[in-house]
T-cell receptor, first 113, second 115 residues
Framework: KAGVTQTPRYLIKTRGQQVTLSCSPISGHRSVSWYQQTPGQGLQFLFE???????NKGNFPGRFSGRQFSNSRSEMNVSTLELGDSALYLC????????????FGQGTRLTVV | AQKVTQAQTEISVVEKEDVTLDCVYE???????LFWYKQPPSGELVFLIRRNSFDEQNEISGRYSWNFQKSTSSFNFTITASQVVDSAVYFCALSEAPRDDKIIFGKGTRLHILP
């Protein structure tokens, strides 16, 4: 059974640009959550998508957005990048029904210069 | 408000020693879930255990054991006979599911196992 796949693994962007990250969940999982990990703030919840709908949202500005497709793959977009957006972005996959453990991908490391 | 505190930022022990990672949580919900994850240098978060608020039984899995005490809001993790491969960052986390599925993570404890 394939795990959670995040692409790309590494990205370097310039301040002001926008970026799109992709996450393919485990087959059969319908929930995808996104987290931002930084040395200062640790792991913070961005949002969760279930069956193509945003089901939960953290406290991040509107520059951070996402979507989910019918095959459960999800994308996260960050517009007008700031230096502080440099982080490891982790995607978590779960069934989305009931409480089950979330399985994480290896993350996308975004560096904003 | 929900919160997870891992007071130990970094721990170093010599291989084969036992080590306990502390976790204290705060929540107003009576139904909640607690987790431990391991993050090796590769970056991926590896699920270790989930425990719901109604199950205070301690759990042992090989060299790993967990002690859940609601009276002190703690969910501590012990590694027995540590090995170099246990070196990683360990995160304790809380979810107030089913009301709110998001996972709230502690800041993590970086564990160094010295050969």
């Amino acid at each position: 059974k394939a795990g959670v796949t995040q692409t790309p693994r590494y990205l370097i962007k310039t301040r002001g640009q926008q970026v799109t990250l992709s996450c393919s969940p485990i087959s059969g999982h319908r929930s995808v959550s996104w987290y931002q990990q930084t040395p200062g703030q640790g792991l913070q919840f961005l949002f969760e998508y279930f069956s193509e709908t945003q089901r939960n949202k953290g406290n991040f500005p509107g520059r951070f957005s996402g979507r989910q497709f019918s095959n459960s793959r999800s994308e996260m977009n960050v517009s007008t990048l700031e230096l502080g957006d440099s982080a490891l972005y982790l995607c978590a996959s779960s069934s989305g029904t009931g409480v089950t453990e979330a399985f994480f991908g290896q993350g996308t490391r975004l560096t904003v210069v | 408000a929900q919160k997870v505190t891992q007071a130990q930022t970094e721990i170093s022990v010599v291989e084969k020693e036992d080590v306990t990672l502390d976790c204290v949580y705060e929540t107003r919900d009576t139904t909640y879930y607690l987790f431990w994850y391991k993050q090796p240098p590769s970056g991926e978060l590896v699920f270790l255990i989930r425990r719901n608020s109604f199950d205070e039984q301690n759990e042992i899995s090989g060299r790993y054991s967990w002690n859940f005490q609601k009276s002190t809001s703690s969910f501590n993790f012990t590694i027995t006979a540590s090995q170099v491969v246990d070196s990683a960052v360990y995160f304790c986390a809380l979810s107030e599911a089913p009301r709110d599925d998001k996972i709230i993570f502690g800041k993590g404890t970086r564990l160094h196992i010295l050969p």
